[in-house]
């Protein structure tokens, strides 16, 4: 059964409460859920589930994103990766001491932007992860994909969207139900079906949170980029050092597909294209997900 808690971390003088997961006895493998206005852990649930009769499985909500309060931080990608690296040691240092050194030989599956940070820590802390599953990663936020690089508006959308009046008021006009289901048809679910009753009530619920403007304004604008350039997502996936391996499905978006692709051809970076799927390919096709990397995180 999965156990459900809560985490804590102080960042900035303030307790950000984030969603736990856990469940599975065996080696340690922590699932990140990607960054963006409609995800938190429970993306993950359906790879949890599979996973869990071989592995210690992990799942944890970023900071600024899941369905509880958040507080008004300007969300950075050091923020994040001071995160990640706490969360890490967190967890390894609390299963050590009743699971053994020998099992907390740290796994991650990261999926969307949650893989540039995962790329991050091994290349910042290395040790700190023995390989690293990427699925649907990307690098670089809506705004400035679909723009094709940064803009100066970006910066002043993001501030408009964390001012005190006007910024619940933007944010709502862009996470209306019609702009979820367009979002959503687009770049994240393959199947016209995909979005149910059940899961768009989820999705609401995370978009609704108290707080949650401030970190989506930050990912849409690209103020979570933790790089700027193809040639910087590339290079850190080699400083990483670590065995990776690239999971995507055949109908991801163009230019995202573009990124993945090229990450692909990198040397030692094993990787696997489903025959369907998008952005949250994790989500809808588990079990096409769970077939390709299971055999890569048992190693």
């Known amino acids: 059964m999965i156990a459900t808690r809560d985490f804590s971390w102080i960042w900035q003088g303030k307790e950000i409460v984030l969603g736990l997961d856990e469940v599975g006895e065996g080696p340690l493998v922590v699932l990140l859920p990607a960054l963006s206005s409609i995800s938190t852990r429970r993306e993950m649930r359906p790879l949890m589930e599979r996973l869990a009769p071989d592995f210690r499985v992990v799942a944890l909500d970023w900071p600024g994103f899941g369905t509880l309060p958040r507080p008004p931080i300007t969300w950075t990608p050091d923020a994040m990766s001071v995160f990640l690296q706490h969360a890490l040691q967190t967890i390894v240092t609390r299963l050590s001491k009743t699971d053994g050194a020998a099992r907390i030989a740290l796994r991650l599956v990261a999926a969307g932007h949650a893989a540039t940070y995962a790329l991050h820590q091994a290349a910042h802390h290395p040790g700190s992860v023995a390989r690293i599953a990427l699925i649907a990663p990307t690098w670089r936020g809506p705004l400035p994909t679909m723009a094709g690089g940064e803009r100066p508006l970006f910066a002043r959308i993001r501030r408009a969207v964390e001012a005190p009046i006007i910024g619940p008021l933007l944010y709502r006009l862009n996470v209306n139900p019609f702009v979820v289901r367009k979002m959503v048809a687009g770049h ?58 690239l999971v995507y499905g055949a109908e991801t978006p163009p230019r995202s597909r573009a990124e993945m692709e090229a990450l692909a051809a990198l040397p030692g970076v094993r990787s696997e294209r489903l025959p369907r799927g998008k952005l949250s390919v994790h989500e809808e096709f588990p079990d096409d997900v769970y077939a390709a990397i299971k055999p890569f995180l048992a190693q």
């Open 188 to 245: 994240v679910y393959s199947e016209p079906n995909a979005l149910s009753a059940a899961r768009t009530a989820e999705k609401h619920e995370v978009v609704a949170a108290p707080g949650a403007r401030f970190a989506s304004a930050a990912f849409v604008t690209g103020g979570l980029d933790r790089v700027s350039s193809r040639d910087d997502f590339l290079a850190l996936a080699a400083r990483a050092a670590l065995p990776l391996m």
